[in-house]
């Protein structure tokens, strides 16, 4: 064992650490300064996951997603460095990197594909960037200098963040005055229960993957599912089942009246070019939906 200086929250305090500890830490500084560089270097860049209509297919809209091409390691996921990036700050300057690029890129997108592109960006929001003060100034700037209408923006929080903390309370509920959308990320995993839905200033809920994936065999599952459509519904909210992998799951969330579905059956998250031949190829197979 050894001892290091532990900093969180800006109080610093002494703790014994093991040696897997000790490797945790040497780690977190590695990936910490390798994202620093990161940001400079452009090696972060952001993917597309299509969602889709349940009841007829159909893309609604896209979630933005950051990844890292890192020069050694190859494709670094976000579960590896978001947490990192929070912890030291560098969480800011990704979190506008994401948005002010997802933002460019959907602009793009209506002017290039119309009716067959996405109608609604969703960016996700660390508990980081909603405590900062001047993150609702810098939404407001992004949307006004790419010319988007904040409706079609929403932005993801996580259910524990949107129901604690007073400032951020105060954030989302300026974020909803400039018109931006909200929607609740990974419902049912979160401290908060379906009596504190009405409470929360979202329009849309997202039911996280793990209830999805065995929502056909965990009665349990099943049925906290189509609570939360009912009560989401009965907020006149818009609900979302997240990690859909195969037409049994996305056949269940329809009958269970989920509106939206995100998941592999659909299509993985894509690189931009991808994602508008996807949408291209998509609204050429429907022409129907998309006159309607
Ligand atoms: P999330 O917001 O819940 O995003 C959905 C995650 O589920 C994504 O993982 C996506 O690739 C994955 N996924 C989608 N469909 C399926 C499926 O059918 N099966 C399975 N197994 N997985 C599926 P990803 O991209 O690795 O992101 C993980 C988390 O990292 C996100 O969860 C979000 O909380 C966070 N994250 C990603 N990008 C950003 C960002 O730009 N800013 C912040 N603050 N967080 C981000
Ligand atoms: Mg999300
Ligand atoms: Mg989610
Ligand atoms: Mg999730």
Redesign the pocket.
């Known amino acids: 064992t050894a001892m290091y200086e532990a900093k969180r929250a800006g109080r610093a305090r002494w703790v014994l650490f093991d040696d897997s500890m000790h490797e945790r830490v040497v780690r977190a500084l590695e990936v910490e300064g390798d994202l620093r560089r990161a940001l400079k270097e452009d090696e972060l860049f952001v993917v597309y996951?299509p969602v889709v209509d349940l009841a007829d297919r159909c893309l609604v809209g896209v979630?933005?997603?950051?990844r890292w091409r890192h020069p050694q390691r190859g494709l670094v996921?976000?579960?590896e460095f978001?947490a990192i990036a929070e912890e030291s700050g560098l969480?800011d300057a990704?979190?506008a990197f994401?948005l002010e690029t997802a933002c460019r890129q959907f602009v793009q997108w209506q002017q290039r594909l119309g009716a067959a592109g996405p109608k609604q960006l969703a960016?996700?929001?660390?508990r980081a960037?909603l405590q900062r003060n001047g993150l609702v100034e810098d939404v407001r700037a992004v949307l006004q200098a790419n010319g988007m209408t904040p409706a079609h923006l929403q932005l993801?929080v996580t259910e524990s963040l949107a129901a604690q903390d007073e400032r951020v309370q105060t954030t989302l509920r300026e974020l909803k005055a400039l018109g931006v959308r909200l929607a609740l990320?990974?419902f049912g995993t979160g401290y908060s229960s379906l009596a504190c839905l009405h409470q929360m200033p979202v329009d849309t809920v997202k039911v996280d993957?793990s209830f999805v994936k065995h929502a056909e065999t965990v009665e349990y599952h099943r049925v906290l599912i189509e609570a939360t459509i009912r009560v989401a519904r009965t907020m006149g909210m818009t609900t979302v089942a997240?990690?859909?992998?195969t037409e049994g799951q996305a056949e269940l969330m329809r009958t269970l009246t989920c509106d939206r579905g995100?998941?592999?059956?659909f299509a993985?998250?894509l690189e931009a070019a991808e994602l508008e031949r996807w949408a291209a190829a998509q609204a050429q197979h429907r022409p129907a939906a998309l006159a309607a």
């Open positions: 996951q979630e933005a997603l950051v996921p976000p579960g978001i969480i990704l979190g994401v960016v996700n929001m660390s960037q993801e990320d990974d993957r997240e990690g859909i992998e995100q998941g592999y059956l993985r998250p």
